[in-house]
């Protein structure tokens, strides 16, 4: 039935199945008595074939369609359930039903009371589940009939995709927003790195997507980054009923032109004046000694490029090393925008003259410096043997653009200057040093030549030296041991034409003297050096130390009479003696000692070595104790022997 228009049964063998289940369907929702479907029309009663309803008629409040909606099934007054589908447009619609007897029967739709032919508003239709409408008929007069006909209205969804607006962050659309119009475009700077776009729908059952990603309507999207140049955007618009639209959004990022720095320094020193991005050109005072700078420049936009005297040099990283010359060394930094806009920056390092005077090095071939050398230190003296007519002298420079004469004489940093004679006594040597600003310093060297009355060695061979030889050192000691009854004394010379003599007696230098007896305890022996002519003299002193003997052992011990087990050794210290017989009441006892220096005791008893000694004896066991001490009068051993007397 078209809309507003009756529309008559169709046969009952086309519509059988599909009049049985909504019929079913809709009484379940309905619950109404009498609705009791059959297996040749949906709601009909068995016993009564009537028709109660003589017309069926629907109209909407929205523009008529192209195709108007329709009842299905046509309208059959034999058959009660019905459906049909409205426009998305479509809120309410107007039912008029036409009584086949108005006389008789009443009409009620959704238990209102209807008019026959009179229409029903039918209002708030939802999109969603059908809307039953149960239109009732009772026969008031005759059989009292009663014949209920459902009406199941579903609203379809929305086709609307349309948007009710459009903003993005970055700035203003072109052209300004049209629901209708699709394409558009934002100019931006280039310090906006990032956008929203809030996209709200005219449905609000619509859903949103921005570039694919589901987005929530009418509520900012992003951020979204923006690069360089062209951002496109675009925006889907999907409404209920699955209809989708395509709005596109190009935001243009422009170019940056900021060509300025950040930060910026060198390694050499300190910029002046302090940094700012709005000042060019700086200065900087370094030191001779820096030779070469580094430079770190720091840009206010990462998409600038920056060149340092020429080279690329990423942004905050420290450039290539820059030799530095003596005098002004000018350091080009320049900015390139991401737009092509240039600043330039220019570093003057100042790098003066050199001020270092001080030497590295300095040495003499006739001997050892005093103090050692130091750079800080301009005084020294050298004392060489008369032996020593001539010298050399080395000096370097610490900085390589300095000069250096001695005595006068321009030497070149590192030469061996000389030889030089020396006389006897003091020689003065002046080593003045030019630095590259022309700063003097000088250095002082007195080599003294005298007579040499060292000995250049010395050694006993009763032991070693303490300390160890050194010819400046004059006192020495050496400690011997006991059986070092003798020993020689070897002195040697420093000075080929001095002459020496050991306690009094002369010596040939290097040659041996002795051997010279050692008591036990200390020995001294004087060496006396005399230099060529009789200039000077030295005396070196040397106490020998014999030690005492620690000797403590017996050589040999006899008991008598009796035997004595076991057989005597020194280093055995217990002996028993059996045999003596029952009427032996004493016994003799010789201990001999095996260094006549120790002493011995027989029970108590000093006794000479090898001195017999009687000791009386019981009837049992006597122990006899010999103590033998050493020279050394520490050094104690102890022998016992048990005498047994039947």
Do not use: H, W
Not at 183 to 192: A, C
Not at 464 to 472: H, N, T
């Amino acid at each position: 039935m078209a809309l507003g228009t009756s529309t008559r049964a169709a046969p009952r063998s086309a519509t059988k199945p599909i009049v049985r289940l909504l019929g079913m369907a809709l009484c379940a929702v309905a619950a109404l008595a009498g609705c009791i479907p059959d297996g040749d029309s949906a709601g009909v009663p068995p016993d009564d074939t009537r028709a109660l309803l003589a017309d069926l008629d629907l109209t909407t409040n929205s523009p008529a369609p192209a195709v108007p909606p329709a009842l299905s099934p046509q309208f059959d007054p034999k058959i009660t359930a019905y459906a049909v589908t409205v426009p998305n447009s479509a809120t309410a619609v107007t039912i008029t039903a036409t009584l086949a007897d108005p006389a008789r029967t009443t009409l009620k739709i959704n238990n209102q009371p209807a008019q026959s032919g009179q229409p029903f508003l039918v209002e708030n239709l939802q999109v969603g589940p059908a809307q039953p409408v149960v239109l009732l008929v009772e026969e008031t007069v005759g059989g009292g009939v009663t014949r209920s006909y459902t009406l199941s209205i579903t609203r379809a969804a929305s086709p609307l995709a349309d948007l009710a607006s459009l903003v993005v962050s970055a700035g203003g659309l072109s052209p300004p927003f049209d629901p209708q119009a699709t394409s558009y475009t934002v100019k931006t700077g280039n310090s906006t790195t990032s956008t929203t776009i809030t996209a709200t729908p005219l449905e609000s059952a619509a859903t949103v997507s921005i570039n694919g990603q589901a987005a929530t309507a009418g509520q900012p999207f992003g951020p979204l980054a923006l690069a360089l140049g062209s951002n496109p955007f675009t925006i889907t618009v999907t409404a209920p009923g699955g209809t989708a639209k395509q709005y596109s959004v190009v935001v243009n990022r422009g170019a940056s032109g900021v060509a300025d720095l950040a930060a910026l320094t060198v390694s050499a020193g300190t910029l002046s004046p302090a940094f700012a991005p709005d000042t060019t050109a700086y200065a900087v005072a370094t030191v001779n000694a820096t030779t070469e700078t580094t430079v770190t420049a720091l840009l206010a936009d990462s998409s600038a490029r920056l060149t340092i005297n020429g080279q690329t040099v990423p942004s905050g990283q420290p450039s290539s090393p820059i030799q530095l010359q003596i005098g002004d060394n000018t350091v080009t930094i320049v900015v390139t925008a991401q737009d092509g806009t240039t600043r330039t920056y220019t570093v003057r390092i100042t790098r003066p003259q050199s001020s270092n005077n001080n030497l590295s090095g300095l040495t003499v071939s006739a001997g050892a410096l005093s103090p050692a050398f130091s750079s800080g230190t301009t005084s020294y003296t050298v004392t060489v043997l008369s032996t020593v007519t001539e010298t050399t002298l080395t000096a370097t420079v610490q900085d390589q653009t300095a000069t250096l004469a001695i005595n006068g004489t321009g030497v070149s940093s590192g030469q061996a200057f000389g030889p030089v004679p020396l006389a006897v006594g003091a020689n003065e040597f002046r080593i003045v040093v030019t630095a590259q600003n022309g700063a003097t310093k000088t250095y002082v060297v007195t080599v003294t030549r005298t007579a040499n009355a060292n000995l250049a060695g010395l050694s006993f061979s009763a032991g070693p030296l303490a300390p160890a030889f050194d010819p400046g050192t004059t006192a020495y000691s050496v400690g011997a041991p006991n059986a070092a009854a003798t020993t020689t004394v070897t002195a040697t010379v420093a000075d080929a034409t001095s002459t020496m003599t050991i306690n009094g007696q002369a010596v040939t230098s290097g040659q041996a003297l002795g051997p010279v007896p050692l008591i036990v305890g200390p020995n001294t022996f004087t060496i006396v050096v005399t230099a060529a002519g009789g200039a000077a003299t030295k005396t070196y002193t040397v106490t020998v130390t014999r030690a005492a003997s620690s000797n403590a052992n017996l050589a040999g011990l006899q008991v008598s009479p009796g035997v004595m087990v076991p057989v005597f050794s020194p280093e055995i210290t217990a002996y028993a003696v059996t045999g003596t017989g029952l009427f032996t009441s004493t016994v003799t006892v010789v201990a001999t000692v095996e260094d006549p220096t120790a002493t011995v005791s027989i029970n108590g008893q000093a006794v000479s070595s090898g001195q017999a000694l009687t000791i009386p004896i019981n009837i049992g066991t006597t122990t006899i104790t010999i103590v033998v001490r050493a020279q050394d009068t520490v050094t104690v051993k102890t022998y016992t022997v048990t005498v047994t007397r039947p």
